[in-house]
């Protein structure tokens, strides 16, 4: 028994000694790509509708998908069309949202360089970092005005600076607040002289690209206008014939089908490839 013990005491010791050659990898650290709940949160925020949740969100889709599946099956009773117009009808809330955002972006991306020349302002007069945001929600442009008075109430019922960034942070859902919020932030723990510095350049590297996302938006739209209309077509096509009942027969039949659902692939793939060939690179959220 005792050497059986001291067979297995030198066996483990031994591959011990073996495994200590082997050294583990630290596994790199992923800091996690954002969630599609956390992207339409962000566009909920983008686009301004605060009384929006992603659950309401998702049960609209759900709800206006049955809806208009119900409606174009009982008005030409092809089931596939059926299909195609319950998942178009279920796509378009989330189609709406996406279209306000981006149109809310293009807007704060010309007004964010003023808020950052208002901060600068404001710190080069002597006021205190708080009272700097808080004075946005007067002298601030008027799209942002709401969300500055909330970081004002929430700092005088509070006092937690920090607390009321991270609630700014999420209300405003921007890259460009995550870098402004952070710089002051940073500012504001550390101190330094140098933060009129960084609002100013901040401030013209947003004038810039404005500028030049401008210049590029305006050259590429009828392109991909151009495109829409050409994707689009085809079903507008259709939608015509839809209102002659003999020309939807053809659909009925499994070959029919066939046509409709490789038709609708195609259609899906191409609006995609013209979605990523024709999109600008669009600014991540890093600092969430």
Known sequence: MTGTALGLTLGLGLFCVWWSFWPRTEEPVDAGRPSRADRLRDDIAQA????VTVGRLLTACVLLGVCGGLLVLGLTRVPALGLLAAGGAGYAPIAL???RA?????QLRDVWPDVVDHIASAVRAGLALPESLAQLSVRGPEEL???????AQDYRTTGRFHDCLDALKTRLSDPVADRL??????A???????LGRLLRTLSTFLREDARTRAELEARQSWTVNAARLALCAPWIVLLMLATNGQ??????????????????????LAYRIMRRIGRLPEEVRIMR
């Open 97 to 99: 949202l996406r279209a």
């Open 48 to 51: 301004g509708w605060s009384a």
């Open 102 to 106: 981006r149109r809310r972006r293009k």
């Open 181 to 186: 919020i952070e710089s002051l932030r940073i």
């Open 247 to 268: 020309s939807l027969d053809a659909y009925r039949t499994p070959a029919g089908v066939l046509v409709l659902a490789f038709g609708g692939a195609v259609s899906l």
């Open 188 to 194: 504001r723990e550390v101190g330094g002289t140098d």
């Open 145 to 151: 005005r709401p969300v500055f008075a909330d970081f």
